[in-house]
């Protein structure tokens, strides 16, 4: 009977849903993250707009994040848009479509900044560049997909 119980919970807990990693883009110009979850914590530094940042934590008015280096800290929620950004942390080259082959848009250097549109099948992701053109670049040169 045990060995019965414990094979039906495993194959719930399997059947439930990944969870998703939440992205998210500073939507003010300069956000300013904290040690804590609260105006009296420690000042860390300040974020850019757009800077993308992975949601930890969500509180009421307060979510903790990790940036592309892997350092957290905590943030207003109210300075986040749902806009999800990349950043582009090894050179490389934006095509006009998912392959190898296909013409090159632009070089993305190391530290620009792409708006996410969609991650593909095959390692690609789908972003929109500064001047709204579309395009792809490869899902290891970037962060946030």
């Given amino acids: 009977m045990v060995c019965a119980r414990t094979l039906l919970l495993a194959g719930l807990l399997m059947a439930l849903p990944a969870h998703a990693l939440d992205y998210r883009a500073v939507a003010v110009p300069a956000a300013i993250s904290y040690d804590a979850p609260s105006l009296q914590g420690k000042k860390l530094f300040v974020l850019g707009r ?5 949601v930890i934590v969500n509180l009421d008015k ?36 998912a392959q190898d082959s296909a013409a090159v ?41």
């Fill in 105 to 145: 848009l632009t070089r993305a250097d190391k530290g620009s900044l792409l708006e996410w549109q969609d991650t593909l099948p095959g390692g690609w992701v789908k972003v929109r560049l500064p001047d709204n053109a579309i395009g792809y670049i490869k899902q290891s040169q970037v962060w946030g997909a």
């Fill in 50 to 54: 757009d800077f993308p940042v992975e």
């Fill in 62 to 97: 307060w979510v903790k994040v990790r940036d592309y280096t892997g350092t957290l800290a905590w943030l207003e929620k109210s300075q986040l848009a749902d806009k999800r950004m990349l950043v582009v942390t090894l050179p490389g080259d934006v095509r006009a479509a």
